[in-house]
């Protein structure tokens, strides 16, 4: 099969959330179709993402958009455009043409578009089918950080979701099927012709930990320039930590992550919790934490860091919402609790007996296994490639 698949970032590395799931799922299709990544961005790539990506076996076609023609176009949403922002920022006429003149030149059999940034380059309806990779469904996402947010961010963000969800069902009504992580994202898109892919995780890189560290540290990982994660480390650090450490002095806080901001900076000021924000290999950072701790309040999908830390065996404790989108068991494969008090109770439970957290570890390792590789992940997207050309 002859696929462009549209993106407006290259999955360059190291790879995390979105394009983590780009990556695995070129590299598990390319060798068996005959794939193009057409990225639509804002910025050049550098030459190293450029080169990750044809190391797959992908041909890469750059169409840069730049940055100067995103004010006009925000602009536009302003002044009665009703598009997302998160499409009028990629939204470039040049870009369009040069994106339809290739599907002339190549007559591709599918496209497939990650993520609504891509909605404004979709083919026309009488074009090769399309795959929407939605991931999850980002207008319940910002109403939750609406929820959370003071004015005028929490006013944006509801305006910004209010559009988005026209924008969603448009594109589900448009394409042949639409991909989500999870039942709930898929139940927040209204359901019909979406389907459930779900991430995975690189059993490889992701190797189980034989045995418990030394000392007694938590640690939360993840990209920390991202509101929801900032919001989840400024929770654990203030309301949560004090309280572990309370009880058991010796435990320390990592927070581990890309791009943190001033905000999470700031709490690597607060005793017992340090700062790594240039994470070589986040799989040595979680196997060397005693329990990793994911006390999610906003946000949508489905948790990596949930997944990498289940399959190096770090035993986990986190909230409803972290796990709302794995099949997993609480009291099994990890710990779940709601507040403060109950998630610092649940790390405290196991800085105290290792054993339950070896017990855990264990569970949640087999059932990464069973159920979260990317070999899994890749073939339910070409399952949907398949079933959009009928």
């Known amino acids: 099969m002859k696929v462009l698949y549209l993106a407006t970032r290259l999955p360059a590395p190291p790879w995390r959330g979105d394009q983590l799931r780009a990556f695995h799922h070129l590299r598990l299709l390319a060798p068996r ?82 993520l609504v940034r891509t909605a404004a380059y979709l083919p026309p309806v009488d074009g090769p089918p399309v795959v929407l990779d939605l991931v999850d469904a980002l207008s319940a996402n910002l109403r939750r950080r609406a929820a959370r947010e003071h004015w005028p961010i929490g006013w944006v963000a509801a305006w910004e979701a209010t559009r988005l969800a026209r924008e969603e069902k448009a594109l589900i009504g448009r394409a042949g099927a639409t991909l989500v992580v999870s039942e709930a994202e898929r139940a927040a898109l209204g359901g019909g012709s979406v389907r459930v ?38 929770w654990l650090a203030d309301d949560v930590f004090p309280r572990v450490r309370a009880a058991f002095p ?4 990592r927070l581990a992550g890309a791009r943190p901001t001033r905000a999470v900076r700031r709490l690597a000021e607060l005793p017992g919790v340090t700062l790594e924000a240039d994470v070589p290999d986040m799989a040595a950072e979680i196997a060397a934490a005693s329990v990793a701790v994911i006390p999610m309040r906003a946000g949508s999908g489905l ?27 609480p009291g099994r494969h990890l710990l779940v609790a709601e507040d403060p008090a109950a998630i610092a109770e649940a790390c405290l439970a196991l800085l105290r007996d290792p054993m339950q957290g070896a017990a855990l570890g264990r569970a949640a390792r087999r059932r990464v296994e069973e159920r979260y590789g990317w070999d899994a992940s890749a073939e339910a997207v070409e399952v949907a490639w398949s079933a959009s050309r009928r």
């Open 33 to 114: 179709h005959d794939v193009t990544c057409c990225a639509l961005v804002l910025r050049p790539p550098s030459d190293e993402a450029i080169a990750a990506v044809r190391a797959l076996g992908v041909r890469v076609h750059v169409v840069p958009l730049g940055v100067a023609g995103a004010l006009g176009q925000l602009a536009r949403g302003l002044v009665g455009d009703p598009r997302p922002f998160q499409v009028l920022l990629y939204r470039r006429t040049a870009a369009r043409r040069a994106l339809d003149a290739l599907l002339a030149r190549e007559r591709f059999d599918l496209v497939h578009a990650q």
């Open 197 to 234: 892919v779900p991430n995975g995780v690189d059993l490889e890189r992701f190797a189980w930990r034989a045995g418990p560290p030394a000392g007694a540290r938590l640690l939360f990982a993840g990209n920390l320039g991202y509101f929801p994660n900032v919001d989840a480390a400024r």
């Open 250 to 253: 010796a435990a320390e806080l």
């Open 303 to 329: 948790q990596n860091k949930v997944l990498e830390a289940m399959a190096v065996g770090t035993p986990v404790v986190a909230t409803p919402r972290a796990v709302a989108a794995l099949d997993v068991e």
